[in-house]
């Protein structure tokens, strides 16, 4: 049976999935934005490319049938499946610089830059080297004739998932988001699960 495992709210964690297993990242609340970062297991310094993904891919919206490419031009995690279908690959990592440009009159946090440095850190993975995230379930509209972002809240429901297959042995690094406008000015869980490969 499949565990699942939940992080709790303005935390991270990181974890190995090797290539043929499924990682399911699951909104059990609703409204609640997960950043997720993946290294090359055996090569750290091979890591998720948005620039990449998006000429590969030629969108940048991403969803079922799409896959994230490392900076090395190698696939990283194909999306089999995803009931939201609205997910950010722009904005990098909410953190400490964050919450004071953006938010001056609330505590500063470390955000989900700092929960993913602290998570990978065992895997040898610096600060410096922590890319633009994907940010799963982050509602971003870009409008079309100015190109101005937006952050609105995520239009996620309890239990909507998003589920990747690893094309590689990877690291992930997995938040649940810290910031104030990306989760509608609330914060919940996230959970996930690893779906094992099947023998043969």
């Keep these: 049976m499949t565990q699942t495992i939940e992080i709790p709210p303005r935390t991270g964690v990181a974890f190995e999935l090797k290539r043929g297993e499924r990682l399911r990242v699951i909104d ?4 609640q934005v997960s950043d997720m970062l993946a290294f090359a297991l055996d090569d750290i310094g091979e890591v998720i490319s948005n ?3 998006f000429d590969y891919e030629e969108t940048i919206a991403l969803t079922t049938g799409n896959t994230l490419w490392s900076n090395r031009s190698n ?9 939201v279908g609205s997910h950010d690959f722009l904005l990098t990592p909410c953190s400490e610089d964050t919450f004071r440009h953006f938010y001056p009159n609330k505590p500063v946090h470390r955000g989900c830059f700092g929960n993913l440095a602290a998570a990978l850190e065992p895997y040898g993975v ?4 922590i890319p633009v995230a994907f940010n799963i379930f982050m509602n971003v509209p870009v409008d079309g004739g100015t190109g101005r972002l937006s952050v609105d809240p995520p239009t996620s429901k309890a239990g909507d998932h998003i589920e990747f297959e690893a094309q590689m042995d990877l690291v992930i690094g997995l938040t649940a988001c810290s910031a104030y406008a990306s989760n509608g000015g609330a914060f919940k869980p996230i959970d996930y699960a690893i779906v094992r490969a099947h023998a043969g």
Excluded: N, Q
């Design 126 to 129: 610096v600060p410096d080297a």
């Design 75 to 83: 696939p990283m995690l194909k999306i089999v499946a995803d009931s």
């Design 28 to 31: 059990p609340e609703g409204s």
């Design 51 to 53: 620039g990449r993904t």
